[in-house]
């Protein structure tokens, strides 16, 4: 045990590790692809299929923006969270919550997610009421005369649908955590895929060839390795730049380094979610803040959160395709007076780079950005099927093919990226220590005599 592994025996060993990380990753890798391309064309897709509550006709004045987020809260005491509405219903003749099935009546709290305004005139208003599922759904208001256009069903509102099932729901911080734990695992798959396709006896531009007149084993094997290693960086990028929006590393342990480097943002973090009592008691100074960001030069699709807490300000940020526009923007709930006005370089490096991070997920710059996402995401799909295809023409007749363990001493290098990775993502190293766990209690069993007799 002593000896320095061969290089065979490093192969067989990475090859092990590399397919027992592929059992977990890939479905997760399924899901992650298939949900976060929903998202990425989700607003366009909204904008096909339901034109009439998403495109109004301009007109020379506009309803203050108070007057249609009271339209918006009251049309949602005679509409469910859970049904269709249709455009300028508001003549419903049963609004009582068991008759209608509403999340709750606005004096009792319902939690308003977010307020989106645009600036393309042609938009409508949008508010975004929190459902008891966890999801949000949409009513959509013409800025123009103040009249409710309609609104959908939680599972119609494409955004918000794909965006939390691709964060864990309905699993809740649960869901969350088996993210990171997947996402920690596709690292692993990563680093041993590397591993076993790096060349040797061949040069690097050969290696990222497919040898396609070398049989279907070869070139099935070829066709799934080389587009993992071109897309080797983007997946590592799209897994780290994920994790500040996981519930236990984002929330805990981004933070707590954050907080330990003085790298906080200075603009802070709003979740929404005041209830529609509170959002009436601050809506007369929401005007007053959005001309005032507006004429400050913040441009683009405009989101206005307010947290439930008190002295919560109104957090307004942009969505526009290009960093030097980015601004998070605060207004007093009293007087509507900007208290806060930060730009992308206004913040410290590491919530720049989550911004960023962000920013790519989304496929906000722009639709090069929307084609190169998409085309990544496809790319996921194809490794899962290659990958699983490989295996299965080359996994031994009527048996799983799981590659034997191979015991050799670990190098040194790989002992620190193991470390080194159980240090940075506590979750993964739970699994490590439960894999290892697992591993000693079952050698144990099937070594006693009583195992042997089993």
């Known amino acids: 045990m002593s000896r320095a592994p061969t290089r065979g025996q490093l192969y067989a060993m990475f090859w092990r590790w590399h397919f027992l990380a592929s059992l977990l990753v890939i479905p997760f890798v ?92 042609h938009r409508s208003t949008t ?60 690292i692993v798959m990563i680093i041993t895929g590397l591993y076993l396709w790096w060349p040797h006896g061949r040069s690097l531009r050969q290696a990222l060839w497919p040898r396609f007149s070398a049989g279907p084993r070869i070139l099935l094997r070829d ?23 996981t519930a236990f590393w984002g929330e805990q342990v981004l933070l707590r380094v954050q907080m330990a480097l003085g790298q906080e943002s200075p603009a802070g973090f709003s979740p929404g979610g005041a209830s529609a009592t509170q959002i009436a008691a601050a809506s007369p ?6 001309a005032t960001a507006r004429a400050r030069g913040v441009k683009g699709l405009l989101e206005i959160r307010l947290a439930p807490w008190p002295g919560a300000p109104w957090f307004m940020t942009n969505r526009t395709a290009s960093l030097a526009d980015d601004r998070t923007v605060l207004g007093d709930t009293r007087s509507g007076a900007i208290v806060g006005d930060f730009r992308h370089d206004d913040h410290p490096l590491i919530p720049r780079l ?30 899962s099927i290659t990958g699983i295809a490989s295996w299965w023409i080359r996994r031994p007749k ?53 195992g042997e007799r089993c």
């Open 285 to 290: 100074s929401l005007d007053e803040a959005v």
């Open 30 to 121: 399924l899901w992650q692809s298939t949900t976060g391309t929903l998202y990425l064309w989700s607003e366009w897709w909204m904008d096909v299929s339901r034109p009439e509550l998403r495109f109004v006709e301009p007109s020379a004045a506009r309803a203050p923006l108070r007057d249609q987020v009271a339209a918006a809260l009251a049309s949602s005491l005679l509409v469910p969270a859970t049904a269709a509405r249709p455009a300028h219903s508001h003549g419903a003749t049963d609004s009582s919550p068991a008759a209608a099935g509403a999340v709750g009546d606005p004096q009792n709290g319902i939690p308003v997610d977010s307020i989106i305004v645009a600036d393309d005139p």
């Open 223 to 245: 066709l799934h390795a080389c587009v993992a290693v071109l897309f080797s960086v983007v997946f590592l990028f799209f897994l780290i730049s994920a994790l500040p929006w």
């Open 354 to 383: 989550v911004a960023v991070g962000i920013h790519v997920h989304q496929g906000d710059f722009g639709p090069v950005n929307l084609w190169l996402n998409t085309a990544f995401a496809l790319s996921l799909v194809w490794l």
């Open 398 to 450: 009527q048996a799983l093919g799981v590659p034997p363990k191979v015991r050799v001493r670990w190098p040194r290098p790989l002992v620190a990226v193991v470390a080194t990775m159980c240090l940075l993502l506590p979750i993964f190293a739970a699994s490590v220590l439960a894999v290892a766990g697992i591993e000693k209690l079952a050698r144990g069993f099937w070594s006693s005599p009583e």
């Open 127 to 186: 508010v975004l009421l929190q459902s008891s599922s966890g999801l949000s759904y949409p009513v959509f208001v013409n800025p123009y005369d103040g009249h409710v256009l309609g609104t959908l069903k939680p599972t119609e509102w494409l955004p918000g649908l794909s965006r939390s099932l691709h964060g864990g729901w309905p699993l809740g911080k649960a869901g969350s955590w088996l993210l990171e734990l997947a996402a920690s695992w596709a």
